[in-house]
């Protein structure tokens, strides 16, 4: 399930049907705050890092280890924007409770499973 204020956000766990109390959504709200901060912070680097290796690239002689560097760079990011998304998504379920997470993960589950017949389906189209 994907919403424009991101995963686990107030709004994206209220589409899938929970309803939270107003502590809840605040809790929340809170949250993506203080992780879209972090966010933003990475993918500004990871920006910075693409635009290098392409200039770098499109030299007449790229710097192979200089690419290399900038490459091993942007793994370090990349997996650190996981591991801060991961996070996010931790302290998010905490919030919520036994019944809400189960209701939560039936609700993904069902959308999961209509992306895999659509992603299916569009696939099997092509042949």
Known sequence: MVHREGPYSA?????????????????????AEKYAQQFEAIQARLLEMGKELKTEWLKMRPDRRRIETLQGEVSRLQKQFLEKMSEHHAMALEVLTVEQRVRLEAAEQRYNARHDRIQFRQTRERR
């Open 11 to 31: 709004a994206w766990i209220a589409t899938a049907g929970l309803p939270l109390t107003t502590e809840q959504t605040r809790r929340i709200r809170i949250l």
